[in-house]
């Protein structure tokens, strides 16, 4: 019963996720750098920090909680860097692709990788006993997300390059997934920045924190070292292009419309990492669920990203056989969520 909880937690959070480019369609006037870093500041910044204070135990200082990790900080954050180039590669990976093939195959890669680097690292034989069942389960996972690149190269054959051009503006279908291979890879690092933190979070729990929110200083770490990636990028965008001024030029109707909606993405985007701590805290620690949860955010934003694709049309127009496939990569995606339980 606490593993369905735990599962039904990580699926909110991965909902929230997969809706968080959703409202970036809603900000105006802004370059792409504009409201990269505004919704950054939210998501990568804020939002952590908040999570963070929420599990500062009762009687004990923000300093005292973030400098008790030794060396682990500054590899968590080291790894939160990488994982901000990742960052930036998955935002262009949907301008080229669209929101659900673009999510598909960079959260593929990030899923496996994610996934299998922790456990080597950790000294796991894959090839026995529980280690075997996660291998297993990561490469149902992959075939999931196999099949859907298969839906995707289906979708471009048989569009024109108007319907294309119309489903996702900057389509290119070449381009598009070696970007989102390459930010599936960087995107790995977000996981193994996790793992790089748990003295920390072990440390806050002797300390007394709520197990429901100890992974949270863990994440605002990797985030804050994503944000070091992505602001730096932004800002030489913004120098390059001449952009600053958007940030002060629009009218304030406007500019309260950006900043709310790149706050709720912001917001949306955060819930996924607060939703995969609290929903961790239900499965039994060195479990094979525990080990897997990660592939299980990943299979689960996959799974509502093609939803969402399918209500921003973005599969409108392809035929039967396309559909088809496509809801075959992802029933093998919630099979390999479920494969672990059925096995045990």
């Not at 909606?261 to 912001?266: D, I, P, Q």
Request: charged share 10%; aromatic share 12%; with cysteine.
């Amino acid at each position: 019963m606490n593993t369905i909880i735990g599962l039904i937690i990580i699926a909110f959070g991965s909902l929230g996720q997969s809706s968080s480019y959703v409202p970036i369609n809603k900000v105006k006037n802004w370059s792409w750098e504009c409201f990269w870093l505004t919704q950054g500041v939210f998501a990568w910044l804020l939002f952590p920090l908040l999570g963070l204070l929420l599990a500062i135990p009762s009687g004990y200082s923000f300093s005292e909680i973030m400098f008790s990790g030794g060396d682990a900080i500054w590899k968590t954050i080291g790894y939160g860097i990488l994982w901000g180039i990742g960052g930036l590669t998955f935002g262009l990976s949907m301008r080229y692709l669209g929101v659900a093939l673009g999510q598909s195959l960079s959260l593929g890669t990030c899923s496996a990788f994610g996934t299998l680097i922790p456990a080597l690292l950790k000294g796991d034989n894959l090839f026995r006993g529980d280690g075997l069942i996660l291998l297993i389960s990561v490469s149902i996972a992959l075939g999931g997300i196999a099949v859907i690149g298969y839906a995707g190269a289906l979708k471009s054959s048989n569009m024109s390059e108007e319907e294309k051009k119309k489903a996702v503006k900057d389509f290119a279908l070449k381009k598009g997934v070696l970007i989102a291979l390459l930010a599936g890879v960087m995107s790995a690092c977000f996981s193994l920045g996790l793992e790089a933190g748990a003295p920390l979070k072990n440390h806050i729990l002797e300390l007394g924190a709520n197990p429901l929110l100890a992974l949270n200083p863990v994440i605002f770490l990797v985030t804050l070292g994503g944000f070091i990636t992505n602001a730096s990028y932004c800002l030489f965008q913004n120098y390059k292009n001449k952009t600053f001024k958007e940030y002060t030029s629009i009218s304030g109707g406007n500019w309260i419309n950006n900043i709310l909606f790149c706050a709720l993405a912001g917001l949306l985007w955060y819930s996924q990492f607060f939703g995969l701590g609290v929903g961790q805290s239900f499965f039994e620690p060195g479990s094979i669920m525990m080990a897997f949860s990660w592939s299980i955010l990943m299979s689960l934003n996959v799974v509502f990203s093609n939803l969402w694709g399918i209500v921003l049309k973005e599969w409108k127009g392809v035929g039967t056989k396309t559909i088809i496939v496509l809801l075959l990569g992802l029933l093998l995606l919630i099979g390999s969520i479920i494969f672990p339980q059925l096995i045990k």
